[in-house]
């Protein structure tokens, strides 16, 4: 099990949408463009009208480190931590769930990975090839 | 510019013991490094009328006040971004009194981050909408949740790349305890560690951080007065002048979960800082005498050596192995031991250890040392007589 996520005002959609089993960013109505983290605003074109894209979940890993002292706290062991970069040019940090260690460089796809509180959180699995 | 007389100068500066269990208040701490500092420079702490400090530091300016007898505050700040304040304090404090907001400028940051809490530890507690935090939301369900691990993940596809491996770490770890051995304020005074010791100290965070690629935690206070140059010629130290200080946050970075821009190799906010005080202050970090670099985590060091550009990219791990950053090398690095070595006042005091080197009274002094470059990642500024 984990810890729930944070939830903010301006991301509630993120995890709500995890919950649900879909996998989402934040889009800007008007210039199309996808952010993570999600923000109220669009950086680019500064409006404030955003709508939910569907992302692929796929995904390529950037980075990992799993923390062994202190162990990550809320689980009942430290889980593999991925900095991954999805298809469409957003970064996120997330987990990876398999055996064997990553490699830098493995390709990987979204599932979701139940919290203590009921709610759920992106997390990724490699890719066979 | 400003004219000679008006340029800010570090005219004192004062540090309690570092510890890891202080046995007194953080603001006992902070007051205590506040008066130090007032002594050493010889003004008297009723005249303070400029503060700065963290937005992470726990002791309230009114009470500060109170306990120094400050008669008039015209000017208070606090910077955000955790440790990356430290230099940040430095930019402003220059800025503040050149600018005329107040005259005697205090920055102080005291903490008891080993015994009263600990700063390394997960933050369960920390609210994500305040305090330089927000990135919070975005590890913590994933268990990276310490400095460690945000960092370790940050400087992976950096590391990948140019093939640095433990080892490479582990130099800098005892290049850094090497010099507090000999600085006998240092934690880590006659303590000196081998690559052996580093290779075998325990995993931290997988698979890039051990024991001794960390900064420690301490309890301890550190402060710095500023004033302009015209005043500083009446007191009691030699006035070190701000010769430039800079800052630079470029969009979409973050200072240690620094995940989501630019090509995660290159160190984009301390090379705009390098080149902002190339014009500034006219001359590069590299062509300073001693280089206070903000040492955290060991790959900062490599991270920064390059932002700082101090060598080319991908070139820090060998520039470390050619000896550059001994005492006796071409860019001595913290003779104080760093933030590993003497103690981890969230940078501070290696601020002070770099005025030390410009008066000539460090612990391990390096020769004729003219200039100093003190560094905190998104700040940097240079120091000099």
Known sequence: MRPDPIQRIDTAFFWEACARGEFVAQKCEPCNKLWHPPRPMCPDCHSLEKSVATLSGNAKVLSWVRQVRPASYGFQESPIVILVELEEGLRMVSNWIGETLPQIGDDVKVEFAPTSGGKAVPVFKKVSA | ?385
């Open chain 2, 1 to 385: 510019m400003p004219a000679a007389h008006e340029q800010a100068c570090i005219v004192g500066i004062g540090q309690t013991e570092f510890s890891k269990a202080s046995g007194r208040s953080e603001q006992q701490l902070a007051a205590e490094a506040v008066l130090k500092a007032c002594q050493d420079a010889g003004i008297d702490p009723k005249s303070i009328d400029g503060m700065l400090t963290f937005d992470l530091d726990n002791s309230d300016e009114v009470d500060i006040m109170r306990s120094l007898g400050c008669e008039a505050i015209k000017y208070t700040a606090r910077l955000p971004q955790g440790g990356a304040s430290s230099v940040s304090t430095i930019v402003h404090g220059k800025h503040a009194v050149e600018a005329g907001f107040c005259d005697v400028m205090v920055i102080w940051r005291a903490m008891n981050e080993r015994s009263q809490y600990r700063f390394g530890q997960p933050h369960h507690s920390m609210s994500p909408d305040a305090h330089s935090s927000t990135f919070m939301e975005w590890c913590f369900p994933f268990g990276a949740q310490t400095p460690a691990a945000w960092e370790a993940l940050s400087c992976g596809p950096y590391m990948h790349k140019f093939g640095v491996t433990s080892e490479d770490l582990g130099r800098i770890a005892v290049t850094f305890r090497k010099a507090a051995a000999t600085n006998p304020a240092a934690w880590f005074y006659g303590k000196p560690i081998t690559l052996d010791d580093h290779q075998s100290s325990r995993w931290i965070v997988e698979p890039t951080l051990r024991l001794l690629d960390c900064c420690q935690e301490s309890d301890g206070g550190v402060a710095i007065l500023i004033t302009r140059a015209d005043r500083a010629k009446d007191l009691k130290q030699v006035a070190v002048r701000i010769l430039g200080a800079e800052y630079s946050m470029l969009f979409n970075h973050e200072i240690i979960s620094d995940f989501y821009a630019g090509d995660l190799i290159r160190t984009e906010n301390s090379e705009s800082v390098a080149d902002k005080l190339a014009v500034t202050a006219g001359l590069a970090p590299k062509e300073t005498d001693v280089a206070m670099i903000y040492d955290n985590f060991t790959p900062q060091i490599l991270r920064q050596l390059e932002g700082f550009k101090y060598c080319g990219i991908g070139e820090a791990k060998d520039y470390v192995a050619d000896g550059h950053l001994e005492l006796d090398g071409t860019t001595p690095l913290s003779p104080n031991g760093g933030l590993m070595g003497e103690g981890y006042i969230h940078g501070m005091n290696n601020i002070t250890e770099g005025v030390r080197q410009i008066r000539g009274t460090a612990a391990n002094q390096i020769k004729n040392a003219q200039t100093a470059f003190l560094a905190s990642g998104v700040a940097g500024a240079i120091i000099g007589r």
